[in-house]
């Protein structure tokens, strides 16, 4: 019989590879919207405290402590995968790999960096740096309101995959020439939740209301009921044993 | 390693370093042929590099520290991905079990810089073509592993220097495997390195680019490295195709350089060629055009499987 193992490794990792490139748009675009570019109302009043920065340094510095030394991580999720989720078919690949070349490379890659950037700063000090306004394409006024939305950005993400998201869009086509004050909506339906979850609580809310002919405010309705179950139960019991 | 081999890696990624612009300057210079021009001198993206290196660097008002250390990362991420290819099917500098995965998040880091790099100047333009990067990224990364992760999965290999050197023509199916892959292969590289029909290097209408749009608000010495780092990558993914002709070149090292520099001439011209008869594809029709690429490789994947 044929190893299939490796091949089912492969497509695991393939799919990695399709969720890595999912989680990239997604943290490009949530960090990008809130951090880059300009605000769009003044914010006045926002202070972070001191904890609030130690408690995200850490989990930053565990980030980084993992990109930078990921050998012991690997070994324990390895176990993990080996001995609970596919026994004896844990690949003996990833402790093959010899971490602490990953570790180099992150280190010239952080040396080259700091090299790269030092040469940088040396040829904006020769040849000057400014701040400009960016490219408007001919039109001058920019402002704030005029960048790139969240929605903008997973647009075209949003648009391929619109079957399965659930993905609509509510624009008000323009009457007149020129453009009015107008409204923009986009949704994106989670598909388990609207097209599985939802409908079957729907019909089990159907069906449970079904059973209101049940519900009477006398009080010796319920206590006749329960005698009824008891009894059911009795029976059941009498004739189990 | 033994210092031959250090002395070879290290010789290999600077023959990449100097010669990554000229490759591109060839491909262009064959483009203006084809379309009867003269065209500029082939050593034009040379002389473009160096202006660029003089001229004051100009930075967008919103723009913050990613904006400034963007292109840096983008060219410390494809000097170490240059470093672990083997030009010349030789030995390269960085080998190791594993490196194919490194080799694809290095590139991805790049990647990831610069397309927050593009958001953080807070322009439409460089929004839209950052959005675009991000989405054909998506479908572009599982090809790399649906190509190159397949010949890996065929002999049970992780190294990048290892898996090439593990092609063998010995086998009718396994010849048709390799092929197939060269093309997804191709494909992958013309959508990396935002060539035609997915990108037009040449275009200046911000609506419709992606990889030059997103750099739109660059100048001086931070256009430099961005340039620079896309003829670097240009002449990764040109290095990863020629790879796979490792089995014509295993007789002794200088056939095998000479083999390997006709293939990349090869390529060159099959670039050029493509970029001269073919219009740009609509931007819709971009993630159709990288699911073939992907299909053909898991439908490569699976006859090759089940018919070894």
Request: glycine share 6%; hydrophobic share 50%.
């Amino acid at each position: 019989m044929k190893n299939y193992y490796p091949l089912l490794m492969l497509i695991s990792t393939v799919g990695l590879a399709f969720v890595g490139g999912l989680a990239v748009a997604c943290f490009t675009k949530i960090n990008s919207i809130m951090f880059l570019g300009d605000e769009r109302k003044e914010v006045k009043h926002f202070h972070v405290s001191v904890y609030d920065y130690l408690s995200l340094g850490i989990f930053a510095l565990l980030c980084a402590g993992i990109g930078f030394y990921p050998q012991p991580f690997v070994r324990v999720i390895n176990d993990v995968a080996g001995k609970s989720f596919m026994p004896g078919s844990s690949s003996p690949a990833l402790l093959n790999i010899n971490w602490f070349y990953i570790s180099l490379i992150f280190l010239a890659i952080a040396a080259g960096f700091i090299l790269i950037y030092l040469c940088k700063l040396g040829i904006n000090k020769k040849y000057g740096r400014k701040i400009s306004p960016a490219w408007g394409c001919g039109y001058e006024r920019l402002n704030p309101r005029m960048q790139y939305t969240a929605s903008s950005f997973a647009d075209q993400l949003n648009t391929i995959a619109k079957t399965v998201l659930g993905y609509h869009k509510k624009i008000k086509p323009p009457a007149e020439i020129f453009p009015a004050k107008n409204r923009f909506e986009s949704h994106a339906d989670d598909f388990v939740d609207s097209k599985i979850i939802l409908p079957l609580f729907k019909r089990i809310d159907t069906f449970i209301s079904r059973l209101e002919l049940l519900s009477y405010s006398d009080i010796r309705y319920y206590v006749a009921f329960i005698l009824v179950v008891i009894s059911i139960y009795s029976l059941i019991g009498f004739l189990w044993i | 390693m033994d210092i031959n081999t250090l002395l070879q890696g290290i010789i290999a990624l600077l023959a990449i370093l100097l010669l990554a612009p000229l490759f591109a300057g060839v491909i262009n210079k064959q483009k203006a042929i084809f379309t009867g021009r003269i065209g500029a001198p082939v050593v034009q993206p040379y002389y473009e590099l160096k202006r660029l290196l003089r001229k004051e660097t100009i930075n967008a008002g919103s723009s913050s520290f990613i904006s400034d250390i963007s292109p840096a990362v983008n060219l410390i991420a494809m000097v170490v991905a240059a470093a672990m290819l083997p030009v010349g099917f030789m030995k390269p500098l960085i080998s190791f079990e594993g490196d194919i995965i490194l080799f694809a998040y290095v590139l991805g880091l790049a990647r990831f810089f610069q397309i927050l790099a593009a958001m953080d100047i807070g322009s439409s333009f460089e929004g839209m073509g950052a959005s675009r990067e991000a989405t054909f990224a998506v479908f572009a990364e599982p090809i790399f592993f649906f190509t190159i992760g397949s010949v890996a999965f065929a002999d049970n290999l992780t190294s990048i220097y290892d898996i090439y050197h593990s092609i063998k023509l010995n086998n009718v199916t396994y010849i048709v495997f390799i092929v197939v892959c060269s093309i997804s292969v191709l494909i992958l590289a013309v959508t990396e390195c935002s060539r035609m029909p997915i990108d037009d290097p040449n275009t200046h209408l911000e609506l419709t680019m992606i990889h030059e749009v997103m750099i739109l608000d660059n100048s001086g010495v931070d256009l430099f490295l961005y340039q620079y780092s896309s003829y670097v990558k240009l002449c990764i993914y040109a290095i990863v195709e020629a790879s796979l002709f490792y089995p014509f070149a295993v007789q002794n090292s200088y056939v095998a350089v000479i083999i390997f520099l006709v293939v990349i001439a090869a390529l060159a011209t099959t670039l050029a060629v493509v970029e001269t008869v073919t219009a740009r594809f609509k931007l819709k029709f971009v993630p159709q055009y990288l699911l073939f690429a992907t299909a053909i490789g898991v439908l490569n994947l699976l006859i090759y499987t089940f018919t070894k």
